[in-house]
């Protein structure tokens, strides 16, 4: 069973790792992922695993946890956030005059100490969450960034009290209250927050544009009589009416009437395509001209469009393998500053006999420290790129096979579909006899082929513009070799050489062979027709280049990767398919054991392949492959196999996707970087460490600091969508 879950609460990547941790422990689990960027939990689990019991384990370390169908980004939520941060701004700004005040002006020292702890009373009770869930994460051993947050602002707090009692109580003290410590902890660490959170939504535009892509209404016909209804309420074989200008809801078969349908949004074809009777439509796609009704094959969770919005979303919620070193390293990152605190507020004490200096040294120890940073960088980054390949037509649907593609150095291509569009069309009809028009012979082939189903009678038969078909009688179907019927009492056949030559004298027999091996240079099928004793004629038949297949194959080779086309042609054919595109490697006649066979091969000699096919029969090599990229024309097995699928069914996208990993990994990389550098070098700082040279922090620079470094992570992640 498949639960996705709202997660409220989490602070950094500590609490991330906690709640995963946790509900990995319950029995029946088998998979948890949690997402501090989307702040959702994804789990799979046995169908004894309530929703409830999750929800309550979540709540018990601290946290909150509702069920969800899709996450949608709280707007609401967000402006009571933004009006709690302007009214602590406003607390904030007097108290850091008092502050101030109190430095110069000692006569008023006690008055000034107990406005300050109004003031900073006040911004404590408004971001009173950093106590509740620090505590309650630190009474559970799991603490987190509330939890240092809440012991720094806390531990300050509770100093200037002491302060004031001292004060009132006649005693001399000369050093700071530290209240303004308490409230710039709090402010500052709450409004990075409130930024980090704006950032995020930007994040989650990719996933919110597609599902309003989706119309919430829609025409259907009950009882012979139009009437509008909530597209949640449509049932499978409704029947729907779409006038011009209408977005269609959900996937269905046109039953009556035309339209010309712009399906950019989902294919990014650019032109708008006629649909007739026996059409399929496609939801989210917009009706530009005429009105057709259409029976509805899919609805719910299963269109096109839901498909896409879910693949998003697993990408999102999934982990890049990069991601594993921040997970370990946010896993104990808390308990070790928070031991690294202990030790330099007792180091200083030690050192300073000064209780104030070791205190402020041990403070900003504590709120430096940002696991925010390492636990954002992977997940902001993925959730960009993914959501950007999915504007581009290009689905990624976990992290994993993002990584994967910035590491491949092999691409194997399969043709037909894949390089070629799978469209076959006649380019060759040509008689062999004297008194045969190129018509008489079409027709003899059309008359015979529409009783077959097979891609190439089907491409003959489109090919002849006429109704004129001649009486035929048994017609016979011999599978991979040809068809026979009689016209009349006369036996026809048609085939390939293998199959007429039975029926056919020496030389004709030489001279279909000959024609067949001319044919095959040029990358083109053949199929004969002959009666007893005589060879009629030979129709040539050849796939189409997909757009783009060409310039995209010249740019995977700029890219410095080797190129692999994979074909069931026979050699001649494939070498001269391989010519054409300027592909250097070709293998031909292979079977579907065959590709995987090679797949295993060159990762066996150390290559990272990807692997590029939209059949059944290529559904094995892209499982095995380092990624597995399909055709989104292809069929359902061969996308459910691939790791991506190019909607558009353009390997332009292929090149798209190859440069979106590669900046991704690469921004990845950076935003650690910054991460772990700022806290190797934050840290130090903040304990007094270069104290001698005079480089110090007070808790207010180190709160400062600690929510730049999320910020500019984020920041970065951000560059990704431009």
């Not at 994993?400 to 291509?413: F, G, Q």
């Not at 190129?438 to 189903?453: C, D, G, H, K, V």
């Not at 292809?634 to 190019?646: K, M, S, W």
Request: charged share 15%; net charge neutral.
């Amino acid at each position: 069973m498949y639960h996705e879950f709202a997660i409220s609460g989490m602070a950094c990547a500590s609490c991330q790792n906690n709640i995963q941790k946790t509900v990995s422990k319950m029995p029946g689990i088998r998979k948890v992922n949690v997402n501090l960027v989307t702040n959702t939990m994804t789990l799979e689990c046995a169908d004894s695993v309530s929703a409830q019991s999750i929800i309550d384990k979540v709540s018990s370390i601290g946290y909150g946890a509702t069920e969800l169908q899709h996450h949608t980004t709280n707007n609401q939520s967000n402006k009571h956030d933004l009006i709690k941060q302007i009214i602590s701004l406003a607390l904030w700004l007097p108290l850091m005059i008092f502050a101030m005040a109190t430095m110069h002006d000692k006569q008023y020292f006690l008055l000034f100490g107990i406005i300050q702890l109004v003031v900073t009373t006040a911004i404590l009770i408004l971001h009173y969450q950093f106590f509740t869930r620090g505590s309650k994460a630190l009474f559970k051993l799991m603490p987190n960034m509330d939890t240092l947050v809440a012991l720094g602002a806390g531990a300050a707090y509770l100093y200037g009290i002491v302060v004031i009692i001292l004060a009132a109580t006649g005693h001399t003290f000369d050093h700071a209250y530290y209240f303004e410590s308490a409230a710039t902890i709090l402010t500052l660490v709450s409004l990075g927050k409130h930024f980090e959170l704006r950032a995020k939504i930007r994040t989650t535009n990719a996933i919110n544009k597609l599902i309003q892509l989706a119309p919430q209404n829609c025409t259907v016909i009950k009882d012979g009589k139009p009437r509008t209804i909530a597209v949640s309420a449509l049932k499978l074989n409704d029947v729907v009416l779409i006038k011009p200008g209408d977005v269609i809801p959900v996937d269905g078969v046109i039953i009556d009437g035309t339209g010309l349908v712009n399906q950019s949004a989902i294919t990014g074809e650019s032109l708008p395509v006629a649909k007739q009777v026996g059409d399929t439509v496609i939801s989210a796609t917009h009706n530009e001209n005429g009105t057709f009704t259409f029976r509805a094959t899919k609805i719910g969770k299963d269109t096109t469009l839901s498909q896409i919005v879910n693949l998003v979303h697993q990408a999102s919620n999934s982990k890049a393998p990069i991601a594993r070193l921040a997970d370990k390293v946010s896993g104990i990152f808390v308990p070790i500053v928070f031991g690294i605190a202990i030790v330099t507020f007792i180091t200083w004490l030690i050192v300073s006999h000064n209780f104030a200096t070791a205190f402020n040294f041990g403070i900003s120890v504590l709120v430096i420290s940002c696991p925010c940073a390492l636990g954002l960088a992977t997940p902001l980054a993925v959730m960009i790129a993914t959501g950007k390949a999915a504007n581009s037509g290009i689905l990624i649907k976990n992290a994993t096979h993002l990584e994967n593609l910035s590491k491949i150095d092999t691409v194997i291509l399969d043709k037909t579909g894949t390089v070629t569009s799978g469209d076959i069309k006649v380019t060759d009809i040509q008689p062999l006899q004297s008194n045969l028009s190129t018509t008489n012979l079409l027709q003899f082939y059309a008359s015979i082929e529409r009783y077959s189903n097979h891609p190439l009678a089907k491409a003959i038969v489109a090919n002849y513009h006429s109704d004129a078909y001649l009486e035929i009688n048994h017609f016979q179907e011999i599978p991979g070799q040809g068809a026979q019927a009689n016209f009349g009492n006369h036996p026809v056949y048609l085939g390939n050489p293998k199959f007429i030559a039975p029926y056919l004298h020496r030389a004709d027999r030489e001279q279909a062979e000959a024609l067949a091996a001319q044919y095959a240079t040029q990358g083109k099928t053949t199929i004969f027709c002959a009666t007893i004793d005589k060879l009629l004629g030979v129709i040539a038949l050849s796939d189409t280049v997909r757009d783009n297949s060409l310039t995209a194959v010249q740019q995977l080779k700029a890219l410095g990767l080797q190129v692999i086309m994979l074909t069931g042609d026979n050699q001649s054919s494939a070498n001269t398919w391989a010519e054409k595109l300027g592909i250097d490697q070709v293998v031909a006649n292979v079977l579907p054991t065959d590709k995987y066979r090679l797949v295993a091969k060159l990762q066996k000699a150390g290559h990272r392949v990807a692997m590029v096919g939209d059949g059944i029969n290529d559904s094995p090599a892209l499982q095995a492959a380092d990624v597995g990229i399909a055709i989104g024309s292809g069929t359902d097995i061969a996308i459910e196999a691939a790791g991506i699928v190019l909607i558009k069914n353009s390997l332009s996208d292929l090149i798209t996707a190859l440069k979106l990993s590669h900046r991704t990994m690469r921004n990845i990389r950076l935003g650690l970087f910054w991460a772990f550098v700022y806290n190797i070098i934050g840290i130090p700082l903040a304990a007094g460490i270069f104290a001698p040279l005079h480089l110090t922090l007070n808790p207010m620079i180190a709160a400062s600091a600690m929510s730049l470094s999320s910020l500019c992570v984020v920041t970065n992640a951000l560059t990704l969508q431009l």
